[in-house]
């Protein structure tokens, strides 16, 4: 084997099963090599921001890392705000950037770049191999840096021709997976206490792992035990939502409602989560979000065993789950009759439309930001929003995340300014023939941002300001800009229209595209 065959081998000893490509000539023998061993099914993206995205949504729906194979610095630099996304949402991916030979490196090429310097902000893992002969061994250290306890963790792997095309090493193999730490007897019984004591001056603030199906009961029962308040952070990685499993609150989004939130607060305590901070500064607002009196007690860290930790609070406390009541959608009929299409309608419809099991990407922005507390009544699903605020997101990670639940159908929900940073992606769904019905919010306006103008203190009033927040003159085409990506689509701008394809839509277990004009 050479080095390139060497490490497809460890990727597939490891259980490393797909890699999201967008490969170039230092890449070839790598290529080559994923074509003779029998190794991870590969899938094309036609641009580095649709790979790196898809490595991020199909580690939230497989649990474990994809392999992205990139084309030197440039290729790396081009998929960096969707690396910068799955790092905050603590997704393990396993980067292998193809680089020039050794020997060609010294000279001044056109392709020459600073390979390391441009993966160290988004990886917490960097290695170039030096000989081929190492690159397995190198590839399964990259697989084992992708697991922090329960986190994961970026690995980028830079790979010179050479050692792709010179002779390789025997197949390595990671170690096992250590435990995760159990939580601390001294953390619990503080923690009790002060929820015990403080009652609802104290709140309990979940992290990502603080959501799922078995540790959100648990939360809410601390809850109900106690008299504390419970929230979770606003963006998580993956929430379980729909009837029968228990949402907790997330804190808000805007500075203002987050910090009437957090009033009262005596002390929060903290499972799996950090100190909530504000997304941006603003004018006269703070950026801590808790009462500057506020103290913090941890019970335990993200990559802890955070159900543990809660299970083992819970059990000090003497609380015990419940099922929780189910919310009941509303009614298709009434819905039909509405005499405008908006977002708030949209909400409705998908929450009655939504089939069993599915995958919603969230990349709505303005549109749906609201839509998490309505979705309690849809049918059981996992909810992936946007981690890193970077957005060209949504489309990528809807496409990695079909791949990595298989047979689940995936709702992608988009803003179209967001959506057209990646669009690519779109051939990619179609090419897998996946089962992805996005949802394009047209507003034709980077609707974000006007509301930001309004939140720092900003205004707009001439031309040019206004031409820079609007997405018209001319208006963007969703249905013809998917159909050139192989994706059917209609536009719609009524409620019983937007009804009618969604039906459609989710029928056709393919993909599809929706233009709400809103």
């Not at 490490?7 to 080559?32: I, K, Q, R, W, Y």
């Not at 941006?280 to 930790?309: E, H």
């Not at 941002?449 to 720092?456: F, Y």
Request: aromatic share 6%; glycine share 10%.
């Amino acid at each position: 084997m050479n080095g390139a065959e060497s490490l497809v081998a460890t990727l597939a000893a490891n259980g490393v099963d797909v890699c999201f490509t967008n490969p170039g000539t230092s890449e070839m023998h790598f290529v080559a090599a994923l074509d003779r061993i029998d190794g991870p099914r590969c899938v094309l993206g036609l641009f580095e921001g649709v790979v790196t995205g898809a490595a991020d949504g199909y580690y939230r729906m497989a649990g474990k890392p994809a392999a992205t194979l990139l084309h030197l610095g440039p290729g790396l630099g081009n998929g960096l705000a969707n690396l910068h996304n799955a790092k905050k949402a603590c997704s393990g991916i396993v980067n292998i950037v193809g680089d020039h030979a050794t020997e060609h490196a010294r000279f001044e090429s056109p392709l020459k770049s600073d390979l390391e310097g441009i993966a160290r902000p988004v990886s917490h893992w960097v290695r170039t191999s030096q000989r081929s002969i190492d690159v397995a061994a190198d590839g399964a250290q990259a697989i084992a840096a992708t697991r922090d306890g329960a986190l994961g963790r970026i690995a980028t792997l830079a790979l010179p021709a050479d050692t792709a095309w010179g002779p390789g090493g025997d197949v390595a193999r990671t170690p096992e997976r250590a435990p995760l730490r159990a939580p601390e007897t001294d953390a619990v019984r503080t923690c009790a206490v002060l929820l015990a004591t403080l009652g609802d001056r104290a709140l309990l603030l979940v992290g990502a792992a603080g959501v799922g199906e078995r540790a959100a009961p648990l939360a809410a029962a601390i809850a109900r035990k106690t008299g504390c308040r419970v929230m979770a952070e606003f963006y998580s990685p993956r929430t379980p939502g729909g009837r029968g499993r228990t949402r907790i609150e997330r804190l808000p989004y805007t500075i203002d409602a987050a910090i009437d939130k957090l009033k009262g607060a005596e002390c929060l305590v903290l499972a799996g989560a950090p100190e909530p901070i504000g997304f941006f500064a603003y004018p006269g607002k703070p950026s801590q979000l808790k009462p500057t009196d506020c103290a913090l007690q941890t019970l335990c860290n993200a990559r802890d065993d955070v159900p543990s930790a809660l299970q083992a609070l819970a059990d000090e406390l003497g609380a015990t789950a419940a099922v929780p009541s189910a919310a009941t959608p509303v009614g298709l009929d009434a819905l039909r009759r509405a005499p405008t299409l908006d977002a708030e309608l949209i909400g409705h419809a998908l929450v009655a439309l939504l089939p069993e099991q599915a995958v919603v990407v969230d990349e709505a922005v303005t549109s749906g930001r609201a839509f998490g507390n309505r979705f309690a009544a849809a049918a059981p699903h996992d909810w992936l929003p946007i981690m890193g605020g970077a957005i060209g997101f949504g489309l990528p990670a809807a496409l990695g995340a079909a791949i990595g639940a298989p047979g689940r159908p995936v709702l992608a929900l988009e803003g179209d300014g967001s959506a057209m940073y990646t669009l690519q992606a779109l051939w990619s769904i179609a090419r897998e023939a996946l089962p992805v019905v996005v949802v394009v919010f047209a507003n034709r306006a980077y609707r974000i941002l006007q509301g930001e103008l309004k939140s720092v203190g900003a205004t707009v009033g001439g031309p040019k300001a206004t031409q820079m927040l609007t997405l018209n003159n001319p208006t963007l085409d969703w249905v013809a800009l998917a159909k050139g990506h192989g994706v059917p689509g209609a536009s719609v701008q009524t409620a019983e229209a937007f009804i009618r394809e969604a039906q459609r839509a989710f029928a056709s277990k393919g993909p599809y595209l929706i233009e709400a004009l809103v």
